[in-house]
């Protein structure tokens, strides 16, 4: 029957024609033997539905939307009439074969029907695509795909979901056993729940996913209770680590992409944040073993495994240093050991002995240092505080803040002050502060903390450094403005005030003719600049940078000034011995046995010396080292260390008895007549608040004072 043959087609003949066409799709879903739809089929039921569409407007329409659904309800349900039309599906539905169905098998066949499904939703689609695309979209209505996956959510697996939950659940635990699963019929089953939400995640995570993680703690926390007792740390990282990977290769083969951040998180959660504790400090193989016992690939699976928990490297970089600080202390007991046994009193052994001392202590801090680069990945935790991390300036002012606060619990404040000038001297003089604000941040916060006077030297040490430079930037100009004054070497003097800064060595050191010089030059020049001052030379502070040709190669050397006095006589000498350096330079024996030892038995060997010891001795002999070479072409060559401590708190006692002879006075003009105990404990008032412990020989006379007796201070 043509349509051209009709003008209208009756509703009921009309749904019986596309009827055919539908049973059609359905045979070839099911896998009967049916021809496929030709072009003239697919054109033939489209202009059908078109014709009933157009031409039964007022009640086709409306009929029609109720049997296309009722089709697919009908093939899902296990009815065979709807409302009076006969629509044979055959005896296999989609809900009675599911149902009959368990586990892996109910699987296969949901996503068989599933697909089928799909395929049958898009050719009906198609098939009535007039009325989708006119008549549903004017009304606002679902759209007919829509409509079709609606149906099988609350027809098929609105009743199955739990079912097919648990069945792929099981399978996941399966293979965590170790047993090989279907993964891509897994994927298949998965793929439903994500689309069953058209666009929406709600059904994969509350259908499926809050089961699957619930279940995933359960694994792990049964796993790991067993492994927490069996297994040594390492083997439970490596176990650890082994399962973390293969929950990333279930995400990749057949779990949605936005479960990985949830999963992981469960199974760190069970393996390494419930147990961190008992794992890390394990007996014989937890984080200090591994620390002991340089398990340096096993330090670095703990920092990832337990980088990747919340606050997880807390514990480690705790532990980390506690070992550490247990190994430094260790050391520094053996030197102390070492200092007070009673053989070793000779200089050259104590020396020998402090020189071992911090051979060790650097070798531990390279040995821990590379454990923080290579194990712990140059993480900051793992640095000690400011080495690692560069701070912002709020953040420095704002421990400079706390620091100074701390000072009001020192008792010594007046010794604390005198070792804060002392380092401050050293940045200030060997450019190692890192910013001159800072620098002047701290002592504005010392003066409000402890008073003008406290701060009233370094801050004068700061105001030297600016006028040096001035001063420095005028003698430059007057070089270039009198030609006849060139020192013949670059000359950089920085000119302090002799009050402000700690009290420094100064020997009448002979220096070379080269230097000389130099010298006459800047007196020459302060001179113009004032006559009422007397400059005195500190060349313990000089540094030089002087070019050494050795035969390898030419290389510069920064050294000291007394270093570079010691080289320069090797000029016009090829062997000297200890005592013709000695009378040479006009040193002591300290300092001659520091700088000859810095050139000859240290890292670099600028000098040969006979005999080859490692120490220095006065019938020593010294020649210059031509073959001396290095990878760099400048290096700077240090002098030991001196330790200042016994001279800082000498210095600081001599000034704590001007400090009470000052009281004294101050007391003794206002009160006239004082009791003696009563003449102490003001001094210990006036005095407390910059150190606590009063001498008493410091006040009293020559002769005993009893504590009732008075002081009285004379008439002038």
């Given at each position: 029957?043509?349509?051209?043959?009709?003008?209208?087609?009756?509703?009921?003949?009309?749904?019986?024609?596309?009827?055919?066409?539908?049973?059609?799709?359905?045979?070839?879903?099911?896998?009967?033997?049916?021809?496929?739809?030709?072009?003239?089929?697919?054109?033939?039921?489209?202009?059908?539905?078109?014709?009933?569409?157009?031409?039964?407007?007022?009640?086709?329409?409306?009929?029609?939307?109720?049997?296309?659904?009722?089709?697919?309800?009908?093939?899902?349900?296990?009815?065979?009439?709807?409302?009076?039309?006969?629509?044979?599906?055959?005896?296999?539905?989609?809900?009675?074969?599911?149902?009959?169905?368990?586990?892996?098998?109910?699987?296969?066949?949901?996503?068989?029907?599933?697909?089928?499904?799909?395929?049958?939703?898009?050719?009906?689609?198609?098939?009535?695509?007039?009325?989708?695309?006119?008549?549903?979209?004017?009304?606002?209505?679902?759209?007919?795909?829509?409509?079709?996956?609606?149906?099988?959510?609350?027809?098929?697996?609105?009743?199955?979901?739990?079912?097919?939950?648990?069945?792929?659940?099981?399978?996941?635990?399966?293979?965590?056993?170790?047993?090989?699963?279907?993964?891509?019929?897994?994927?298949?089953?998965?793929?439903?729940?994500?689309?069953?939400?058209?666009?929406?995640?709600?059904?994969?995570?509350?259908?499926?996913?809050?089961?699957?993680?619930?279940?995933?703690?359960?694994?792990?926390?049964r796993k790991a209770s067993n492994w927490i007792l069996e297994d040594s740390c390492p083997d439970y990282m490596l176990k650890a680590e082994e399962c973390l990977?293969?929950?990333?290769?279930?995400?990749?083969?057949?779990?949605?992409?936005?479960?990985?951040?949830?999963?992981?998180?469960?199974?760190?959660?069970?393996?390494?944040?419930?147990?961190?504790?008992?794992?890390?400090?394990?007996?014989?193989?937890?984080?200090?073993?591994?620390?002991?016992?340089?398990?340096?690939?096993?330090?670095?699976?703990?920092?990832?495994?337990?980088?990747?928990?919340?606050?997880?490297?807390?514990?480690?970089?705790?532990?980390?240093?506690?070992?550490?600080?247990?190994?430094?202390?260790?050391?520094?007991?053996?030197?102390?050991?070492?200092?007070?046994?009673?053989?070793?009193?000779?200089?050259?052994?104590?020396?020998?002995?402090?020189?071992?001392?911090?051979?060790?202590?650097?070798?531990?801090?390279?040995?821990?240092?590379?454990?923080?680069?290579?194990?712990?990945?140059?993480?900051?935790?793992?640095?000690?505080?400011?080495?690692?991390?560069?701070?912002?300036?709020?953040?420095?002012?704002?421990?400079?803040?706390?620091?100074?606060?701390?000072?009001?619990?020192?008792?010594?404040?007046?010794?604390?002050?005198?070792?804060?000038?002392?380092?401050?001297?050293?940045?200030?003089?060997?450019?190692?502060?890192?910013?001159?604000?800072?620098?002047?941040?701290?002592?504005?916060?010392?003066?409000?903390?402890?008073?003008?006077?406290?701060?009233?030297?370094?801050?004068?040490?700061?105001?030297?450094?600016?006028?040096?430079?001035?001063?420095?930037?005028?003698?430059?100009?007057?070089?270039?403005?009198?030609?006849?004054?060139?020192?013949?070497?670059?000359?950089?003097?920085?000119?302090?005030?002799?009050?402000?800064?700690?009290?420094?060595?100064?020997?009448?050191?002979?220096?070379?003719?080269?230097?000389?010089?130099?010298?006459?030059?800047?007196?020459?020049?302060?001179?113009?600049?004032?006559?009422?001052?007397?400059?005195?030379?500190?060349?313990?502070?000089?540094?030089?940078?002087?070019?050494?040709?050795?035969?390898?190669?030419?290389?510069?050397?920064?050294?000291?000034?007394?270093?570079?006095?010691?080289?320069?006589?090797?000029?016009?000498?090829?062997?000297?011995?200890?005592?013709?350096?000695?009378?040479?330079?006009?040193?002591?024996?300290?300092?001659?046995?520091?700088?000859?030892?810095?050139?000859?038995?240290?890292?670099?060997?600028?000098?040969?010396?006979?005999?080859?010891?490692?120490?220095?001795?006065?019938?020593?002999?010294?020649?210059?080292?031509?073959?001396?070479?290095?990878?760099?072409?400048?290096?700077?060559?240090?002098?030991?260390?001196?330790?200042?401590?016994?001279?800082?708190?000498?210095?600081?006692?001599?000034?704590?008895?001007?400090?009470?002879?000052?009281?004294?006075?101050?007391?003794?003009?206002?009160?006239?007549?004082?009791?003696?105990?009563?003449?102490?404990?003001?001094?210990?008032?006036?005095?407390?608040?910059?150190?606590?412990?009063?001498?008493?020989?410091?006040?009293?006379?020559?002769?005993?004072?009893?504590?009732?007796?008075?002081?009285?201070?004379?008439?002038?």
């Open positions: 029957m043509s349509m051209s043959e009709r003008k209208t087609i009756d509703l009921e003949q009309g749904w019986d024609f596309m009827q055919k066409g539908i049973m059609k799709l359905k045979n070839i879903l099911e896998g009967l033997p049916e021809p496929q739809f030709s072009s003239e089929d697919y054109m033939m039921l489209y202009t059908s539905i078109s014709w009933l569409a157009t031409h039964n407007y007022d009640h086709g329409l409306e009929c029609l939307i109720p049997k296309l659904i009722t089709v697919m309800h009908q093939r899902m349900m296990n009815k065979d009439t709807y409302h009076g039309y006969s629509t044979y599906w055959g005896k296999r539905k989609v809900l009675p074969s599911l149902r009959e169905k368990h586990d892996e098998f109910m699987l296969r066949e949901l996503v068989k029907r599933w697909a089928n499904h799909k395929i049958m939703v898009r050719w009906l689609s198609r098939f009535f695509h007039y009325l989708d695309r006119y008549f549903i979209a004017r009304r606002s209505l679902p759209p007919l795909n829509e409509v079709g996956l609606t149906c099988f959510r609350d027809l098929v697996y609105k009743e199955l979901s739990g079912k097919v939950r648990d069945a792929v659940i099981s399978l996941i635990d399966q293979e965590r056993e170790g047993e090989q699963i279907d993964r891509a019929l897994l994927k298949n089953v998965l793929d439903i729940f994500v689309e069953i939400g058209m666009g929406q995640m709600d059904h994969y995570e509350n259908d499926f996913e809050a089961a699957m993680l619930k279940d995933t703690s359960a694994y792990y926390s990977k293969r929950e990333k290769d279930r995400v990749a083969h057949y779990l949605h992409s936005s479960s990985e951040p949830k999963l992981l998180e469960k199974v760190q959660h069970e393996l390494l944040s419930v147990y961190a504790n008992q794992l890390l400090e394990k007996e014989h193989s937890g984080c200090h073993a591994l620390l002991r016992d340089d398990k340096v690939e096993d330090l670095s699976r703990m920092f990832r495994l337990f980088s990747k928990i919340p606050r997880g490297l807390d514990p480690v970089s705790s532990i980390f240093k506690q070992h550490v600080t247990a190994e430094g202390m260790a050391l520094v007991k053996l030197a102390e050991d070492a200092a007070s046994n009673k053989k070793a009193e000779k200089k050259d052994i104590i020396g020998l002995q402090e020189q071992v001392f911090v051979r060790k202590v650097i070798e531990l801090h390279d040995k821990y240092l590379a454990y923080v680069n290579e194990c712990f990945q140059n993480h900051t935790l793992f640095h000690k505080k400011g080495g690692s991390e560069k701070l912002s300036d709020e953040a420095i002012e704002e421990t400079l803040e706390k620091v100074v606060k701390l000072l009001a619990y020192i008792s010594d404040k007046d010794l604390f002050a005198e070792f804060y000038r002392k380092k401050l001297a050293r940045r200030l003089l060997f450019d190692k502060s890192a910013n001159d604000d800072h620098e002047r941040s701290i002592l504005t916060k010392l003066k409000q903390q402890c008073g003008g006077q406290f701060t009233s030297k370094m801050e004068g040490m700061v105001t030297d450094l600016t006028l040096a430079k001035e001063n420095q930037t005028s003698f430059e100009e007057y070089l270039s403005n009198n030609p006849n004054a060139d020192p013949g070497i670059d000359l950089t003097v920085t000119v302090l005030t002799t009050g402000f800064w700690p009290s420094y060595k100064s020997f009448d050191l002979n220096l070379p003719a080269e230097m000389v010089r130099c010298v006459e030059v800047f007196k020459e020049f302060y001179q113009t600049k004032t006559k009422h001052r007397k400059l005195t030379w500190i060349y313990s502070l000089g540094t030089c940078n002087i070019s050494g040709k050795f035969e390898p190669k030419t290389m510069e050397l920064i050294v000291t000034t007394y270093q570079a006095s010691a080289l320069l006589l090797f000029n016009s000498s090829d062997r000297l011995s200890y005592s013709e350096i000695m009378t040479q330079l006009n040193l002591s024996d300290d300092d001659v046995i520091r700088l000859l030892h810095s050139l000859s038995c240290a890292k670099y060997k600028i000098l040969n010396k006979e005999p080859s010891t490692k120490t220095i001795s006065s019938t020593d002999y010294f020649e210059f080292n031509a073959k001396f070479t290095d990878k760099m072409r400048r290096i700077k060559i240090p002098l030991p260390p001196v330790d200042e401590k016994k001279k800082v708190i000498e210095d600081v006692d001599k000034d704590r008895r001007y400090a009470i002879d000052a009281s004294i006075v101050r007391i003794m003009k206002s009160r006239k007549v004082l009791n003696y105990q009563q003449l102490v404990m003001e001094c210990v008032e006036q005095l407390g608040r910059m150190f606590k412990e009063l001498k008493c020989l410091y006040i009293l006379p020559p002769y005993p004072v009893p504590s009732d007796d008075f002081v009285s201070m004379p008439v002038c």
